[in-house]
């Protein structure tokens, strides 16, 4: 079939569509931002009628930017979102973002209580970013709120609701909320119990292949076009970069980052240190988010007043290891593999000599070895990390591409000018349509452009020193700060 889906990848502040042909190619983009509302109380909320318009415009924008027909949309988003709506479908919240942090106290509790069973049975850590965790806040600090409200959806479910007139999730967003049995792919009783909610009050669960129709005009398309469910914006990652296949890793290092690998079944490891999100047709991504990623450089370049590249250009000359100065660099807390929203950034060993180099060297190095420390957990999975392909604008430069690949061992394959997840909703569009023979395909159809191999010194020193980052994040925590 020729043509062209439009992947509507609802970010956390931009929505962006990618228009792709079945082959993987992308032929043309349009973004819309929105921002990201945050206070000193730890919220962090969308508009979601904002988001709806962005991506009602962005839509129309890569449309008019196409000249082949538009055979469906698939939609991609930021995951753990949460609103509540009205009988009509409309909010009575903003929506809460992964990043608000308002249940921290609320997460603690259930961790203690209930973490290792919720974690095992759903995949999803008990943590603050989570909309279980939201849920029983809004229970204990807006009852009037929780009881009123007729649902409780993600964000992409609103938006989907307005675009297609159906209220429903998919199991990809579903398994990031630490509500759905991940066996069982439906509603988890024991997490709708600590919430108070019935299944009756969430929406309608269904495949991330569920084809659906346009309802909502949009300029240039025609009404009932197929829109196709999608899912979270992690596991379609892996799609858009085709690390689809057993021992293939797929890294995204931005702000944040995060490390996953694709399996064949659902499950978690016995401490609890990774995620285990649903892709589609059995498919599950296994791995972790850290919250601190570029975000250590761009605290370094304002700390120190110096333009971020140039920074990270003299941290380049700094010796491997930045003269014994080790770093924690939890500046956000962190999620994989602690999933703690408490822990400070330490830099041990700080001696009159290190200058600003050596510690933002020393934080590069720290996010490194952090993904590295996720990479450890999956294996203690089982699962295998062969290879490892990355995207994310913090490989623009030299320095993090030496750190990282030296930190985990391995080549990484870089697949530029990737629009990850947004490729993947459009590959997964192709296949609900019945164009793509298998999600697997997609490993062919997306190869990488270069590799960079590790340094084997800078290696051996990382892999020796990672133990001991462990006993130093649990010493630190132990001084309750």
């Known amino acids: 079939m020729s043509g062209v889906v439009l992947g509507v990848d609802l970010g956390t502040t931009a929505t962006k569509v990618v228009a792709t042909r079945s082959d993987g190619r992308v032929v043309a983009v349009a973004e819309q931002g929105y921002p990201l509302r945050t206070d000193e109380r730890g919220t962090a909320v969308q508009d979601p009628h904002e988001v709806l318009a962005a991506a009602r415009k962005a839509l129309t924008e890569c449309v008019a930017r196409v000249e082949e027909p538009v055979r469906g949309l698939s939609f991609s988003s930021a995951m753990h979102t949460l609103l509540a709506l009205d009988a009509e479908g409309e909010p009575l919240t903003p929506a809460l973002s992964w990043a608000d942090n308002r249940a921290v106290a609320v997460a603690k509790r259930l961790r203690a209580d209930h973490g290792r069973e919720l974690h095992a049975a759903t995949g999803t850590p008990v943590h603050p970013s989570f909309p279980l965790a939201k849920l029983v806040w809004f229970a204990e600090h807006e009852p009037d709120l929780h009881r009123g409200a007729a649902k409780w959806a993600g964000l992409k479910d609103f938006v989907l ?13 579903a398994s990031g909320t630490g509500l759905m049995n991940s066996e069982t792919l439906d509603w988890h009783e024991p997490s709708l119990r600590l919430t108070g909610l019935t299944a009756d009050r969430l929406p309608e669960l269904v495949a ?43 890294l995204s290092l931005g702000t944040s980052g995060a490390l996953r690998v694709i399996r064949e079944h659902p499950g978690v490891d016995d401490r609890a240190r990774v995620f285990c999100y649903a892709l589609a047709e059995g498919l599950w991504v296994l791995g972790g988010a850290v919250s601190n990623g570029g975000v250590v450089a761009q605290w370094a370049a304002e700390t120190f007043d110096v333009p971020v590249a140039d920074l990270l250009a003299e941290a380049e000359q700094e010796p491997s290891g930045a003269g014994g100065l080790v770093a924690l660099p939890y500046l956000l807390g962190e999620r994989a593999p602690w999933w703690d929203p408490d822990p400070r950034a330490v830099l041990l060993g700080l001696r009159r000599e290190h200058g600003r180099a050596a510690i933002t060297r020393a934080m590069v190095e720290g996010v490194a070895q952090q993904l590295a420390l996720v990479r450890d957990a999956v294996l203690d999975t089982g699962a295998a990390v062969d290879t490892v392909r990355v995207t994310g604008g913090a490989f623009k430069g030299p320095l993090w591409t030496k750190v990282v690949a030296a930190a985990l061992g391995h080549e990484l394959e870089f697949v530029e000018g990737s629009e990850g997840s947004g490729v993947g909703a459009c590959l997964l569009g192709w296949r609900a349509l019945g ?26 020193r990382m892999a020796k020193a990672r133990p001991a980052l462990e006993r130093i994040h649990a010493a630190v925590r132990d001084l309750d700060l």
């Open 435 to 460: 164009e793509l023979p298998s999600l697997r395909a997609a490993a062919e159809l997306i190869t990488p452009d270069h590799t960079a191999a590790p340094d084997e010194f800078a290696s051996r």
């Open 161 to 173: 609701s307005k675009v297609t007139g159906r209220l429903l999730t998919e199991h990809s967003n």
């Open 208 to 250: 991330p292949t569920e084809v659906l129709s346009l309802t909502m005009p949009v300029d240039g398309l025609p009404s009932g076009l197929p829109v196709v469910a999608g899912g979270g914006d992690g596991p379609l990652a892996n799609l858009g970069v085709g690390a689809v296949l057993p021992g293939m890793a797929a």
